[in-house]
Protein backbone atom coordinates (compact mmCIF):
# COMPACT_ATOMS: atom_id res chain seq x y z
CA UNK A 1 0.00 0.00 0.00
CA UNK A 2 1.25 3.19 -0.63
CA UNK A 3 2.18 5.75 2.12
CA UNK A 4 0.04 8.38 1.13
CA UNK A 5 -3.41 6.06 1.44
CA UNK A 6 -2.06 5.79 5.27
CA UNK A 7 -2.98 9.38 5.42
CA UNK A 8 -6.33 8.53 3.65
CA UNK A 9 -7.48 5.20 5.43
CA UNK A 10 -7.36 7.50 8.72
CA UNK A 11 -8.91 10.62 7.45
CA UNK A 12 -12.02 7.84 5.72
CA UNK A 13 -12.48 6.53 9.18
CA UNK A 14 -12.72 9.02 10.83
CA UNK A 15 -15.63 10.43 8.76
CA UNK A 16 -16.99 7.26 9.14
CA UNK A 17 -16.60 7.89 13.00
CA UNK A 18 -18.37 10.89 12.72
CA UNK A 19 -21.06 10.09 10.85
CA UNK A 20 -21.71 7.12 12.73
CA UNK A 21 -21.93 9.40 15.90
CA UNK A 22 -23.98 11.58 14.42
CA UNK A 23 -26.45 9.36 13.23
CA UNK A 24 -26.42 7.26 16.65
CA UNK A 25 -26.94 10.98 18.58
CA UNK A 26 -29.87 11.84 15.99
CA UNK A 27 -34.07 12.07 18.07
CA UNK A 28 -35.41 10.12 15.35
CA UNK A 29 -32.45 6.89 15.49
CA UNK A 30 -33.54 7.22 19.85
CA UNK A 31 -36.93 6.99 18.83
CA UNK A 32 -36.19 3.91 16.71
CA UNK A 33 -34.47 2.25 19.58
CA UNK A 34 -36.77 3.09 22.11
CA UNK A 35 -39.32 1.04 19.52
CA UNK A 36 -36.96 -1.61 18.77
CA UNK A 37 -35.82 -2.41 22.17
CA UNK A 38 -38.24 -0.95 24.44
CA UNK A 39 -38.57 1.55 27.31
CA UNK A 40 -37.04 -0.30 29.70
CA UNK A 41 -33.55 -0.78 27.26
CA UNK A 42 -33.73 2.67 26.61
CA UNK A 43 -32.72 4.02 29.66
CA UNK A 44 -29.46 2.93 29.10
CA UNK A 45 -29.05 4.35 25.06
CA UNK A 46 -26.79 7.33 26.57
CA UNK A 47 -24.16 4.61 27.95
CA UNK A 48 -24.58 2.10 24.82
CA UNK A 49 -23.55 5.80 23.09
CA UNK A 50 -21.08 6.15 24.91
CA UNK A 51 -19.43 2.90 24.50
CA UNK A 52 -20.00 2.64 20.94
CA UNK A 53 -18.41 5.57 20.68
CA UNK A 54 -15.25 4.88 22.66
CA UNK A 55 -14.91 1.34 21.22
CA UNK A 56 -15.34 2.32 17.50
CA UNK A 57 -12.57 5.71 18.20
CA UNK A 58 -10.01 3.96 20.17
CA UNK A 59 -8.77 1.97 16.99
CA UNK A 60 -8.86 4.86 14.95
CA UNK A 61 -6.69 6.91 17.09
CA UNK A 62 -4.41 3.94 17.33
CA UNK A 63 -4.01 3.66 13.44
CA UNK A 64 -0.98 6.45 13.56
CA UNK A 65 1.02 4.52 15.81
CA UNK A 66 0.86 1.55 13.61
CA UNK A 67 1.12 2.91 10.04
CA UNK A 68 4.38 3.96 8.44
CA UNK A 69 5.23 7.93 9.61
CA UNK A 70 5.68 10.44 6.91
CA UNK A 71 5.45 13.90 6.86
CA UNK A 72 2.86 15.61 5.47
CA UNK A 73 3.77 18.97 5.87
CA UNK A 74 5.97 21.43 7.80
CA UNK A 75 5.45 24.72 9.64
CA UNK A 76 7.29 27.41 9.04
CA UNK A 77 9.16 29.15 12.29
CA UNK A 78 7.50 32.47 12.29
CA UNK A 79 3.61 30.47 12.13
CA UNK A 80 5.23 27.52 14.18
CA UNK A 81 4.97 29.79 17.36
CA UNK A 82 1.49 31.11 16.19
CA UNK A 83 0.46 27.69 16.04
CA UNK A 84 1.93 26.39 19.40
CA UNK A 85 0.50 29.55 21.14
CA UNK A 86 -3.39 28.95 20.00
CA UNK A 87 -2.88 25.35 20.95
CA UNK A 88 -1.80 26.03 24.78
CA UNK A 89 -4.41 29.14 24.64
CA UNK A 90 -6.85 26.17 23.45
CA UNK A 91 -5.10 24.05 26.08
CA UNK A 92 -6.15 26.60 28.80
CA UNK A 93 -9.59 27.28 28.12
CA UNK A 94 -10.11 23.35 27.82
CA UNK A 95 -8.54 23.54 31.56
CA UNK A 96 -10.52 26.69 32.72
CA UNK A 97 -14.27 25.08 30.91
CA UNK A 98 -13.51 21.72 32.85
CA UNK A 99 -12.63 23.28 36.05
CA UNK A 100 -15.59 25.55 36.05
CA UNK A 101 -17.50 22.13 35.24
CA UNK A 102 -15.94 20.40 38.25
CA UNK A 103 -17.44 23.73 40.14
CA UNK A 104 -20.94 23.58 39.05
CA UNK A 105 -21.34 20.00 39.63
CA UNK A 106 -19.63 20.17 43.58
CA UNK A 107 -22.24 23.24 43.87
CA UNK A 108 -25.57 21.52 42.60
CA UNK A 109 -27.55 19.64 44.87
CA UNK A 110 -28.32 16.25 43.67
CA UNK A 111 -31.82 16.81 45.35
CA UNK A 112 -33.03 19.61 43.61
CA UNK A 113 -36.00 19.45 41.06
CA UNK A 114 -35.35 19.94 37.36
CA UNK A 115 -37.76 21.42 35.11
CA UNK A 116 -38.52 18.93 32.23
CA UNK A 117 -38.83 20.60 28.76
CA UNK A 118 -42.41 19.29 29.02
CA UNK A 119 -42.85 21.79 32.22
CA UNK A 120 -43.17 19.17 33.74
CA UNK A 121 -41.00 19.12 37.39
CA UNK A 122 -38.95 15.82 38.17
CA UNK A 123 -36.36 14.46 40.15
Known sequence: MDSIAFPIVVFIS?????????????????????????E??????RLIFIAVAGLTLFPILAMPLFFPAKVLWRIPPPWLIVTI???????????????????????????LPIQMPSGRIGW
Do not use: D
Open 40 to 45: KLSRYY
Open 14 to 38: MAAWGFLHSWMASFANKKLARRYFG
Open 85 to 111: ALQLLALVAILVTFLKLIGWLLSVSVS
